[in-house]
């Protein structure tokens, strides 16, 4: 199966990319890893007219501290966030995510960015994104400016960027204490899309109580979703029994999912609840040993 | 578009068109078809190369994007003629039937053991989760790839001994 033919650019910098986006316009579009575009315009659903490859712009790659913050460079790949082990103690997620990400193979050339851009409702990438309240940086001509996670998915497939508005980083803010996280996603065969998923992030104050909780759910809505309601009941309080049955309890409310083949909503809804009790359990006997949790 | 690649050590200058598929490039224009085009839908992993040292799916990458950069195919395995531990292996422990899936695992499973020589069961399945076989199943490919570390390990040893026992080791 071929692509359509396209024009190929290449550019080299940011700025590049950019001005080549504002050139070419709605018939453009930028190839990052390519492993959801690439099959797509294979079979023709998509179909761009120039193509503006960015994985020769180095700036796109990498991870450093800026302002208390984490940025990730959107073209660092998921298997370069699997296996930093330099990553692991402040953001446990990003590897917890990643190893759930197709197969180890598209994970060499995946990218954070291009996964983000793309939108997928069940993008897992999406889903730790809203778990730990990132930031999208985009650059366009004129400006630069960060789009909170909860505003940068808009539908299916669709995005708050502007035409020539290029994705160039994450911005993950760095937390104070210890936290612990979970990704789990139930998969019909190995590597595929979550038939749904849910990513946890947990942060502890110095008194022990939960100062920040981060909770996505995936493909269970036309966008990454945020469990607002579970997150509310969660801050300011221990990890406990009760704590977590409640909370696992409110997550379903935020899940807008359908009937499909793969399963009812009610099951989804359901599944949604078992993997935030398990992944809260998990955290707090990570956090705190199994002392009040029994 | 002019393309330079240097592909199983030889470089190569093609003229390509933007959407040849990387695949594609490697079968038809260098006649390499030991890379097998399965699904060609990102599923199957037939088509796995490494490309700057990564296994990727190779009708997923065009090849323009291996512009400057070195691929390896399946090709690459074997040297003077002498079986690759890894196809040795494969072949020894019946880890194929109809084999045309053999070329991709045996490059994702060089992968791995490139960056992990001596890899648990679930790190190899984990790692051959991207290449699908239909007809042989997965256990007798997870033994031929503990097989070929462990020969690769050996292997390695008996080098280190020979630089020991020669002398030459600087240090």
């Known amino acids: 199966m071929f692509p359509n033919a ?3 650019e290449a550019p080299t910098s940011v700025d590049e990319a950019i001005r080549l986006m504002t050139e070419y316009g709605y018939d453009g579009k930028v190839l990052a890893g390519g492993q959801s575009l690439l099959p797509m315009m294979k079979l023709r659903i998509a179909a761009p007219a120039v193509l503006i490859d960015i994985n020769g712009v180095d700036d796109l790659r990498g991870w450093r ?22 990553l692991r103690e402040q953001f446990p997620l990003l590897s917890r995510t990643a190893r759930w990400i197709a197969d180890p193979l598209i994970r060499n050339r995946g990218t954070i960015g291009g996964s983000l851009v793309h939108a997928d409702p069940a993008s897992d990438w999406g889903t730790a994104m809203m778990a730990l309240h990132a930031e999208v940086e985009v650059r366009s001509p004129e400006k630069s400016r960060r789009i909170p996670i909860d505003e940068f998915f808009v539908d299916t497939f669709a995005t708050s960027l502007e035409e020539n508005e290029l994705a160039v980083a994450v911005h993950l803010p760095a937390p104070a204490g210890p936290v612990a996280a979970r990704y789990m996603k139930l998969e019909r065969k190995a590597g595929d899309f979550a038939i749904a998923g849910l990513a946890v992030h947990i942060g502890l104050g110095g008194d022990g109580l939960v100062c920040d909780a981060g909770i996505g759910i995936c493909a269970c809505g036309p966008i990454p979703l945020r ?5 509310a009941a969660l801050i300011g309080q221990p990890l406990t029994d009760e704590t977590i049955s409640a909370a696992s309890k409110l997550v379903p409310e935020d899940a807008d999912p359908t009937d499909d083949l793969r399963g009812s909503a009610v099951y989804k809804r359901d599944l949604l609840r078992i993997f935030a009790s398990r992944a809260l359990r998990e955290i707090a006997e990570e956090l705190h040993g199994k002392v009040g949790i029994q | 578009m002019i393309i330079r690649v240097k592909v199983n050590g030889r470089l190569y200058e093609s003229d390509v068109e933007p959407r040849t598929l990387l695949a594609y490039y490697l079968r038809e224009e260098l006649k390499l078809t030991g890379t097998h085009i399965g699904c060609d839908t990102t599923s199957c992993g037939a088509c796995t190369v490494l490309l700057d040292g990564k296994a990727v799916k190779s009708c997923t990458v065009l090849a323009v994007q291996a512009n400057g950069r070195e ?14 531990p890894l196809q040795s292996a494969f072949w020894e422990e019946h880890a194929l039937q109809c084999g045309y899936c053999t070329p991709g695992m045996l490059m994702a499973s060089y992968a791995l053991l490139q960056e992990n020589p001596m890899p648990t069961e679930a790190e190899i ?6 290449n699908i076989c239909r007809c042989t199943g997965y256990v007798n490919i997870v033994k031929a790839v503990q097989s070929a570390a462990r020969t690769m390990a050996d292997k390695t040893r008996e080098a ?5 026992a020669s002398g030459t080791a600087t240090d």
């Open chain 2, 160 to 164: 280190l001994g020979e630089v020991a």
């Open chain 2, 71 to 84: 691929v390896l195919t399946v090709e690459s395995l074997d040297q003077d003629g002498q079986l690759h």
């Open chain 1, 227 to 231: 469990a607002t309601k579970a997150e």
């Open chain 2, 125 to 130: 399945r984990e790692g051959l989760s991207g």
């Open chain 1, 6 to 8: 396209f024009r190929y």
């Open chain 1, 65 to 86: 501290e800026v302002d208390g913050t984490l940025r990730i460079g959107a073209m660092t790949r998921h298997a370069e966030l699997e296996h930093s082990a330099e």
